[in-house]
């Protein structure tokens, strides 16, 4: 079993700053990708940024110069430093895995519960 919990989320008003974290744990041999999604009422879930095993990152452009995306691989664990919050960026965030449980089962489908973050105007 393989277990990703998230924290960090809350309320802010515009113009201000979260930092999520997402801490993988169970069975894990190792970690490749990890990334985060959100999904805002009403509307499809959609990447927001994600990170490989080494330090090749990828981020949604309407976030692109306000978070950053980070792990620590000790720790089996992503932060999503998100800075200049806008009203829009307003959704559930969920943390994503791909990993190993062993050396030879792979899977990407490894979610966390969510995380609910509010940007007020």
């Known amino acids: 079993q393989v277990q990703l919990v998230e924290s960090g989320g809350g309320l802010v008003q515009a113009g201000g700053s979260l930092r999520l974290s997402c801490a993988a744990s169970?069975?894990?041999?190792?970690?490749?990708?990890m990334g985060w999604y959100r999904q805002a009422p009403g509307k499809q879930r959609e990447l927001v940024a994600s990170?490989?095993?080494?330090?090749?990152?990828n981020y949604a452009d309407s976030v692109k110069g306000r978070f950053t995306i980070s792990r620590d691989n000790a720790k089996n664990t992503v932060y999503l430093q998100m800075n200049s919050l806008k009203p829009e960026d307003t959704a559930v965030y969920y943390c994503?895995?791909?990993?190993?449980?062993?050396?030879?089962?792979?899977?990407?489908?490894?979610w966390g519960q969510g995380t609910q973050v509010t940007v007020s105007s």
């Open positions: 169970g069975r894990i041999f190792s970690i490749n990708r």
């Open positions: 994503n895995a791909g990993l190993w449980a062993t050396r030879w089962e792979y899977d990407d489908n490894y």
């Open positions: 990170i490989n095993s080494g330090t090749s990152t």
